[in-house]
């Protein structure tokens, strides 16, 4: 079993920026793909960014490309969601999640293992 904690949310100015963590714990994490994702009250959970094993491609929405940068390092087990220029459209809880096989996809059902989520509220 793997078990995903995430950190770092909290409440920002519109314009601010944000680095939330997730550390794996109960197994290593280091072959697995990694995904962020979030959800907004009254909406469905969304993707934001995933993340080979290696670190060596990533993938983004569209909506945060250019302003997320997700990252990893597997000798903490832990991955990272660095948030630039947050618009107050970015509050929600996010959550990260971990693929054991590896497919790196945008749909949740592709992942087996989730955090209990950080709340990030952005202010205008």
């Known amino acids: 079993q793997v078990q995903l904690v995430e950190s770092g949310g909290g409440l920002v100015q519109a314009g601010g920026s944000l680095r939330l963590s997730c550390a794996a714990s109960?197994?290593?994490?280091?072959?697995?793909?990694m995904g962020w994702f979030r959800q907004a009250p009254g909406k469905e959970r969304e993707f934001l960014a995933a993340i080979t094993w290696s670190g060596g491609r990533s993938y983004y929405a569209d909506y945060v490309k250019g302003r997320f940068t997700i990252s990893r390092d597997n000798a903490k087990n832990t991955v990272y969601l660095q948030m630039n220029s947050l618009r107050p459209e970015d509050t929600a809880v996010y959550y990260c999640?971990?693929?054991?096989?590896?497919?790196?996809?945008?749909?949740?059902?592709?992942?087996?293992?989730w955090g209990q989520g950080t709340q990030v509220t952005v202010s205008s």
């Open positions: 109960g197994r290593t994490v280091s072959t697995y793909g």
């Open positions: 999640a971990a693929d054991r096989f590896h497919r790196v996809g945008a749909s949740p059902g592709e992942y087996d293992y």
